[in-house]
């Protein structure tokens, strides 16, 4: 299976490198990789500007947002959204693997 490598840097400063495994069918790894980024900039944007914001109130709202993004696929809902769970599994899992880094803190 090809692998994507992906560095996320946190508002917080914490680090993880990550290898997603891509899909057989991955038209653009590199595209992948940019809307990755793109909606995590997003996010960090809005909830630095949008005031309290509950990590679950994030997860809950990136979920819908997949289920309606899997809807719009021009293929039975039961196709879709399998493809949709078998992606966040992968990603969910690929994450468990990924080394988190945190930044120094303190005096020396």
């Known amino acids: ?6 560095r996320a840097r946190t508002a ?5 490198d990550i290898e997603f495994p891509l899909h057989e069918e991955t038209g653009d790894p590199v595209r992948v ?3 990755v980024s793109l909606i995590l900039s997003a996010l960090d944007r809005d909830l630095a500007i949008g005031g309290e914001t509950s990590n679950g109130d994030v997860l809950q709202a990136m979920a819908m ?6 809807a719009m696929i021009h293929a039975p809902q039961p196709v879709t959204a399998r493809l949709a769970r078998e ?3 992968d990603a969910l899992d690929a994450m468990e693997s990924a080394p988190r880094r945190s930044p ?4 020396a």
């Open 104 to 107: 120094q803190s303190g005096h």
């Open 12 to 16: 917080t400063g914490d680090v993880f």
């Open 1 to 6: 299976m090809t692998r994507m490598p992906y």
């Open 87 to 89: 992606l966040l599994d």
């Open 65 to 70: 947002a997949t289920a309606i993004r899997a």
């Open 33 to 35: 990789s940019q809307l």
